[in-house]
């Protein structure tokens, strides 16, 4: 994965090429964390096109993968840049491109060639496995097209300028000054010139909510599956290492791959063991778990801990990467880590990012009314994933330029685990199905990897509740981010933050902070239509929150806030939103 900003169609052409190069060099620099081992840039003959490409070195990590790539034909060079993980780039070489001399082993380079072949089809996208925000130009014609990932792992924005030019940059930051507008690239959608449309070519069958799956789940398959998916991700010439918290999600990425590995190709160092890394508060859940994970696997293992301060103190860093004051208490620890894995010298992690929202994993879902309300909220998920969890392990890895996969958000394994019948997701602290474990979150996930023979781990982990990720990582760090809040917020800040912020006005004063750091990064009048609005329980879409009336008018992300399920939610204080417009603090 790498950095890329383009500026296609612009006015003005030779007369202001020199001034366009030099203010793109500027622009995409806001991007070189994403891509610290290279910078190259392409400027059309005509002056009226740029792509500036920020490289981080992966897949063929020669000059043969130096990006923007180009094809020279006698009426003109197609053009073209990817932030991309293309799995079955050597698939199709091997078959739609047989024969055909691409100059390079990177699986960035297929595309071009492809386009070649056969043209900008919904096709073309729909036959690569993997991730990718992607530029085409063709200097025979003037045409442009881009396009996103199924889920939007990589990361993508566009805007426009004054001239009506169309710009795109991996991150909002390198947008703001040049273009008038801004927006996010939607996942799974391509944007062609010649109709100034954006177009859907990712349309599975269950990305419709009145697809409602009856087909009942078959754990082999889906099993399976998930293990195809972790191999396809140890593809990498660089060092490749994996997330662990201790919990579900990530442990069994981690044992997948050190169990599978072997299969893997080119997989880098099959043959030396694995490098796992956990981080939290001392003495918090998630080091506890890891720590038993990693002896269990065998794993080289690296503990990290950090300070409720040291997380304070990355605030204003950490929301400048990730471009959002959403998912920031997740994002502190998971930003902090990944410092110190990159300085490590790896440049590549696998994650758990999208079982919850999958399998309905997120513990506000015991409370929903019906299967068929359960499969639309995970459909509901898995669609915005692109602004919540997929952002911030996105971003904040590549704040150091570290890349992180996400085996869960496979495109195959997505078809076979959208569709199973949302009653065999749905959990039941009341039921024990296989007569011992209680129908926890995630139970069919956790039975397909349950084999008392060769156990992919430890039972006490295999049935953990689920803890989220800021919770996890110890509460007295989401405790204390508030109590932070509570204290420099002041009573008069928060009396105007109607006036401060009359579009969406923060309701507790944790939010009034992230917000102001935001805005502070983030002035383009378009840039905070692109965080995500409503009110959420638990991680839940705003929509859930008529499943009970308690959650009515409350925004509260910790999953401690389900009281009634989550073990350490006793004590736990849920407050009204309405408290904090009485001017209680937390």
Same mark, same amino acid.
């Given at each position: 994965?790498?950095?890329?900003?383009?500026?296609?169609?612009?006015?003005?052409?030779?007369?202001?090429?020199?001034?366009?190069?030099?203010?793109?060099?500027?622009?995409?620099?806001?991007?070189?964390?994403?891509?610290?081992?290279?910078?190259?840039?392409?400027?059309?003959?005509?002056?009226?096109?740029?792509?500036?490409?920020?490289?981080?070195?992966?897949?063929?990590?020669?000059?043969?993968?130096?990006?923007?790539?180009?094809?020279?034909?006698?009426?003109?060079?197609?053009?073209?840049?990817?932030?991309?993980?293309?799995?079955?780039?050597?698939?199709?070489?091997?078959?739609?491109?047989?024969?055909?001399?691409?100059?390079?082993?990177?699986?960035?380079?297929?595309?071009?060639?492809?386009?070649?072949?056969?043209?900008?089809?919904?096709?073309?996208?729909?036959?690569?496995?993997?991730?990718?925000?992607?530029?085409?130009?063709?200097?025979?014609?003037?045409?442009?097209?881009?396009?996103?990932?199924?889920?939007?792992?990589?990361?993508?924005?566009?805007?426009?300028?004054?001239?009506?030019?169309?710009?795109?940059?991996?991150?909002?930051?390198?947008?703001?000054?040049?273009?008038?507008?801004?927006?996010?690239?939607?996942?799974?959608?391509?944007?062609?010139?010649?109709?100034?449309?954006?177009?859907?070519?990712?349309?599975?069958?269950?990305?419709?909510?009145?697809?409602?799956?009856?087909?009942?789940?078959?754990?082999?398959?889906?099993?399976?599956?998930?293990?195809?998916?972790?191999?396809?991700?140890?593809?990498?010439?660089?060092?490749?290492?994996?997330?662990?918290?201790?919990?579900?999600?990530?442990?069994?990425?981690?044992?997948?791959?050190?169990?599978?590995?072997?299969?893997?190709?080119?997989?880098?160092?099959?043959?030396?063991?694995?490098?796992?890394?956990?981080?939290?508060?001392?003495?918090?859940?998630?080091?506890?778990?890891?720590?038993?994970?990693?002896?269990?696997?065998?794993?080289?293992?690296?503990?990290?801990?950090?300070?409720?301060?040291?997380?304070?103190?990355?605030?204003?860093?950490?929301?400048?990467?990730?471009?959002?004051?959403?998912?920031?208490?997740?994002?502190?620890?998971?930003?902090?880590?990944?410092?110190?894995?990159?300085?490590?010298?790896?440049?590549?992690?696998?994650? %758990?990012? +999208?079982? /919850?929202?999958?399998? &309905?994993?997120?513990? $506000?879902?015991? !409370?929903?009314?019906?299967? *068929?309300?359960?499969?639309?909220?995970?459909?509901?998920?898995?669609?915005?994933?692109?602004?919540?969890?997929?952002?911030?392990?996105?971003?904040?890895?590549?704040?150091?330029?570290?890349?992180?996969?996400?085996?869960?958000?496979?495109?195959?394994?997505?078809?076979?685990?959208?569709?199973?019948?949302?009653?065999?997701?749905?959990?039941?602290?009341?039921?024990?199905?296989?007569?011992?474990?209680?129908?926890?979150?995630?139970?069919?996930?956790?039975?397909?990897?349950?084999?008392?023979?060769?156990?992919?781990?430890?039972?006490?982990?295999?049935?953990?509740?689920?803890?989220?990720?800021?919770? %996890?990582? +110890?509460? /007295?760090?989401?405790? &204390?981010?508030?109590? $932070?809040?509570? !204290?420099?917020?002041?009573? *008069?800040?928060?009396?105007?933050?109607?006036?401060?912020?009359?579009?969406?006005?923060?309701?507790?004063?944790?939010?009034?902070?992230?917000?102001?750091?935001?805005?502070?990064?983030?002035?383009?009048?378009?840039?905070?239509?692109?965080?995500?609005?409503?009110?959420?329980?638990?991680?839940?879409?705003?929509?859930?929150?008529?499943?009970?009336?308690?959650?009515?008018?409350?925004?509260?992300?910790?999953?401690?806030?389900?009281?009634?399920?989550?073990?350490?939610?006793?004590?736990?204080?849920?407050?009204?939103?309405?408290?904090?417009?009485?001017?209680?603090?937390?």
């Amino acid at each position: 994965m790498c950095g890329i900003l383009a500026a296609l169609g612009l006015a003005g052409g030779q007369a202001d090429a020199e001034k366009n190069r030099r203010d793109i060099l500027c622009m995409s620099h806001l991007l070189k964390h994403r891509g610290p081992d290279q910078r190259s840039i392409y400027q059309a003959p005509d002056g009226r096109a740029f792509i500036s490409f920020e490289r981080l070195m992966i897949v063929d990590p020669t000059d043969t993968g130096r990006q923007p790539f180009q094809i020279p034909t006698p009426e003109g060079n197609i053009t073209w840049a990817l932030n991309s993980e293309i799995y079955n780039h050597q698939q199709l070489r091997d078959t739609k491109l047989a024969g055909v001399d691409l100059h390079s082993r990177s699986d960035s380079a297929i595309i071009g060639y492809l386009y070649q072949k056969y043209g900008d089809t919904n096709e073309l996208w729909n036959s690569l496995d993997g991730i990718f925000a992607c530029v085409i130009w063709d200097e025979r014609t003037g045409y442009f097209c881009a396009a996103r990932d199924p889920i939007g792992i990589c990361s993508l924005y566009w805007g426009r300028g004054t001239d009506g030019s169309v710009w795109f940059a991996s991150e909002m930051k390198a947008l703001q000054s040049r273009c008038e507008s801004i927006d996010i690239f939607p996942p799974g959608h391509v944007y062609r010139s010649s109709t100034g449309k954006l177009e859907r070519w990712f349309s599975p069958d269950w990305i419709d909510l009145n697809h409602i799956p009856t087909q009942h789940v078959d754990l082999p398959v889906l099993k399976q599956t998930f293990i195809d998916a972790v191999v396809k991700r140890l593809m990498s010439d660089a060092p490749l290492a994996m997330l662990l918290s201790g919990g579900l999600d990530s442990s069994l990425v981690a044992s997948v791959a050190v169990r599978h590995i072997k299969e893997a190709k080119n997989a880098f160092d099959p043959d030396h063991k694995l490098h796992t890394y956990s981080i939290g508060i001392k003495g918090s859940p998630d080091l506890v778990a890891a720590r038993k994970v990693a002896d269990f696997l065998g794993t080289i293992h690296h503990e990290f801990t950090f300070t409720v301060e040291e997380g304070i103190d990355a605030l204003y860093d950490l929301i400048w990467h990730i471009e959002s004051y959403e998912q920031v208490r997740a994002a502190v620890p998971m930003y902090l880590l990944s410092q110190r894995i990159k300085a490590m010298g790896m440049k590549v992690v696998l994650s %758990g990012e +999208g079982a /919850d929202e999958i399998f &309905g994993g997120y513990l $506000y879902f015991h !409370k929903a009314p019906s299967a *068929e309300e359960y499969h639309k909220e995970c459909v509901r998920l898995v669609t915005r994933l692109h602004q919540w969890d997929v952002l911030r392990a996105n971003k904040a890895p590549f704040a150091f330029g570290l890349e992180t996969r996400v085996p869960f958000l496979d495109k195959q394994f997505l078809q076979v685990a959208m569709n199973i019948n949302a009653a065999d997701k749905m959990p039941n602290l009341s039921e024990k199905p296989d007569g011992v474990h209680p129908k926890l979150e995630k139970y069919i996930l956790r039975k397909a990897f349950d084999d008392p023979e060769q156990p992919y781990l430890p039972d006490e982990v295999l049935f953990r509740q689920k803890e989220q990720f800021s919770d %996890g990582v +110890g509460y /007295d760090w989401v405790d &204390g981010l508030k109590e $932070y809040a509570a !204290k420099v917020v002041t009573d *008069e800040m928060w009396e105007s933050r109607f006036e401060r912020f009359p579009q969406h006005p923060p309701r507790t004063r944790e939010y009034f902070l992230l917000r102001s750091i935001f805005e502070t990064h983030f002035p383009h009048k378009d840039a905070l239509k692109t965080v995500p609005q409503g009110l959420s329980i638990a991680c839940s879409t705003p929509e859930a929150l008529k499943w009970d009336p308690e959650w009515e008018n409350m925004h509260e992300i910790s999953g401690r806030a389900i009281k009634a399920v989550h073990e350490a939610g006793a004590d736990f204080k849920l407050e009204k939103a309405q408290a904090e417009a009485n001017g209680v603090a937390h």
